[in-house]
Structures are given as C-alpha cells and as structure tokens.
C-alpha cells in the first residue's frame, strides 16, 4: 500500500559526488592549513557534534513521542528514526576529536600556576574525557539500535509487546540522554572555554540540536516528497512539524537569553568573559546568530498558514538549519581558535559531513517501509486535524 | 416578544456527533448550534465555520504590550526617573527583556480571554439560556431552531439520525 523507498542509483552517485567534492574541498583546506592545526580539529569538532547531536535529538522526538503515546508521527516517524542510525557513525568523527583534543581544549596541557583548572583536572582529563566520548558514543548507539529494531520488527508481527517494549526503552532512553546530553555538552563544547562555566549550557546545546534535528526531519521530509513518497502526510501533521519549529526556536531563544542576562547582570569577570570575546571579535555572527536563529523562524511561522505551506516551512528550517551551524560555530570558534574564520576548510568539511549523514540516512531508510504500517495508533495519526 | 423556539438532541460520543452533523446536513437541516464540553476534533471543519480572527486580536495586542512594555522602560530609565544600577548604562536592553516579554504575555492573554468572552456571549452578566446541563460534562449536543412549524420535522430528523433526550425549548429572545 505504502511506496518502498528505493535508493536510486542516481541518488546514491549524487551523493557520493557530493562526498568527493566536499573531501577535496575538505583536503585542500587541511593543505592551506597545515600551520594552524587547530582550525582543522574545530572544524572536525564542530561537524562530527552538529550531525551526531542532530542524529541523537531527532531519535529523542521519535522516543518522546513514544513515551507520550501520540498518534500523529506514526507517518513521519522512520524520518528521525533513521536519522538516529547515523549515531555510531558520527562517533567515529567525535573519536578523531580525540586525537587532536591537544589543539581544541586548553585543559589538555594546564600551566603549573592555574589552579582553576588544576581544580577541574580530575574531570577534564584526556584519559576520563577519551572513556567518557567512547562511553557516550556505545551507549547511544546502542539505544538507537534498540528501540529501531523494535520498530522494524513490528512490521513483521502485529505483537503488542514490541510496543510496550519500545516504551520501556524508550523510558531508559530519555533517563540517560538527560545526563549524557547535558555532560556531552560540557565536555565537547564548554570545556574549549576551560574557565568557564554554565549550569545552562547542557540544555542550550540540546535545544539547539534539536531545534535543527526538526528542521533536518523537515528537510528531508521535503526532498522525500520531492521523489515522490510520503504523499500520505498531510497538512495536519506539516503544521505539527512547524509547531515544533516555531516553539523550540523561541525555547532556545529564552535559553539563550536567561544565559546571557544572569552573566550580564551579575558581571563577574571571568564568567562575563565568555561573552566579551564574543561580542568583540565575533560581533556580527554573535548577533547575527540570534536573528536567525530566533527572529526568522518566528516572523515566519508565526501565522498559521505558513506552518501548513511546505515551501514556507521549508524556508524557515533551511534557516534554523544553517543558523544552529553558525551557532555552534559561535560556541567553538572563540575559545578554540580566538578569532572568526571562514573558507574552504568550512565549506568542504560541511559538505563532508552532511553527504555521509544524507547517504547513511537513505541507506537506513531505504531498509524498510516508509510507515510503521502495525503500530497500534498509525491509523490514528490520519483520524485528527488542528484546531483553528 | 415573541419566542423562539429549539430542537435538541444529545449524543454520548464525539464521533457519533460529527457522523449525525454530516447525515443532518446532507437532508439540508440548517444547524444553528452544537455545544460540547471540549473541542472537539474536526467539528468546525464540518460545520464549515469561518476562522477564528482571534489570533489577530491576540497578535496586534501583543505587539502593543511589547511596545508599551519596552517604551515604558525606556522612558523611566532614561528621562523621568534615571537610577544607576551597578555602573550598567541608563538605556540597558538587555534588562527590559523580561518585562517587555511579560506585558507582551499578558496583553496577548487579555485581548484573547476578553475577546473570546465578548464574542461569544460569555462572562459576567452573560444571560444564556441553558439547555442541558450535561453539555459541561459529557454530552454532546445539536441545537436546531425551529420555525414556523418545523417543530414535528427536525425533531424526526434528530431521532432518525440517533439522537438521544430530543425534546423542546421555548426560549424567550
């Protein structure tokens, strides 16, 4: 009844041109770079976390709505599930970070003097920080197995264990990825400002990932449209989609700003130092950062119509998309490099990146039906519409 | 004044209700009301009412709250009553953000909950005729105003399509 997806050998060779071009790209940037090593690990940072934080909170909408036992992203929900699956993939990337963690965290090599980081150095150190990414990385992986698998198999049997299971695991998921949400965000990304810290950042970063995992499930939404599948997704659950787009953009908005406020208020010098450096040397991206991130996809969504409109839509998560990129770059570039830098290193790493996220998704997808035809609420998901 | 006169019938589920609301308008019986106790999915679709203006109320509201919650700020600390918090400037964004968002809440909140009880006849001093009591509680009723001899006709038609406690209401207008 529901289209397979195929992965056309037309799309795979697109893909993979797009993985060349963004490799060479990618060797050229390391080639000019070869002096300042550091701006090649931000780079590997920045990419390896944007797309396995992406691959990580679009399997948490899946799991939250598991848990909630909503009907409605039944039809969507092998989107972000297969999304997930890119998870053990980019923990490969955040391995590499290990490697060049000396050019990136100013905590690997601390002077004899600072006792700040001295004070620290039984957290941050290379060995609990190398057993906490790779601790990171088998757990994750090995929930997003878990639960995709149960998923899969319930296209097999219409056995209603395969749901309560899923929710079980659903409910250990979302216990451990509140913590290793939260300590990943502080030992991939705080950390690079080593004096520094905010009891917020956790949650800032998870609400940026997630806000741009949403607008990824919507991209990809569009292009498999585009092809011709999930023509079974109406305008009811478009608008769900851009609920979540709209309502996460304004939460990472009030998230950012309750950061920013308690540090500008209180103005103590070496909390109020994170910001200095990036409202001096970051000045138009730090601000730019919020507009789009905040003002674009709020103007746009606001009214109802919009939400409903695929092209509307689509515009406001291309934006969220590219914006949540600048704001991790935001967050790394400052404390690991010092100034803003942008060329073919960025470019190409990105691109990277992105092609062997895109590939592995419709790998994934392509691996079963479009919809979970036997989960218990998936006719329910057709059965409701928004109130106006 | 004359009186005016309501078919009603009730109906346990919500989903039976949108099924009979269908068969009713397919013989043309024009439906002057339906009452549940909460919104119920799909029923404006099917009644084919017009979008509520009420989020345009909502939003020109809100942006007067947002301007009148910065402007204010802005006037105090800068004109009429300037005070130096901890060496900050006097014109300081950053510290009118909570409160500006605040009267945007509640001005947004005002012209919604007002506007909504002005519209649709309700608040203090509303004088409503009540026809069941069990609408706030688990009833889902049709209403139907009957002219001139009607009266026999809609009270079949609501029985034909399932209705349960179809009775009469003279209501004085």
Redesign the interface.
Known sequence: MYKSFEFTQKLKTFLIALMVIGAVLTIAGVFLNLDHTHRIWANVLLNGFYFTAIAMSAFFFVVVHILGESGWHTTIQRIPEAMGQYVPFGGVIMLLVLVGMHDIYHWTHIDPDDTVLLGKAPFLNPLFFSVRTVVYILVWTLLVRKIRKLSLASDESTDIKLFTRSRNWAGIFIVLFAITSSTSAWDWIMSIDSHWYSTLFGWYIFVSTFVAAVSVIIILLFVLRRMGYMDHVNDEHMHDLGKYLFGFSIFWMYLW?SQ??LI??S?IPEETIYYVTRQNDFELIFWANVIINFLAPFLIL?P?GTKRKMNWLLIAAIIVFVGHWIDMYVAIWPGAIGHAEFGVLEIGMTILVAGIFLFLFFKQFAKAPVVPENHPYFKESF???N?? | MKNKTYVSGYFPDDKDLIIAIKELQEKNVDITDVRTPFPVHGLDKVLKMRRSRLPRAGFIAGTIGAVIGFGFQAWVFTEAWPLNFGGKPYLSVPSFVPVTFELTVLFAAFALVFGFLLRSHLGPGADNHIFDEEVTNDRFQILLEAKDGQVDSLQESLQSVGALGVQLHEVKS
């Open positions: 700003i920013y406020l500008w208020y103005n606001m109802r059965d409701y519409d109130i106006r």
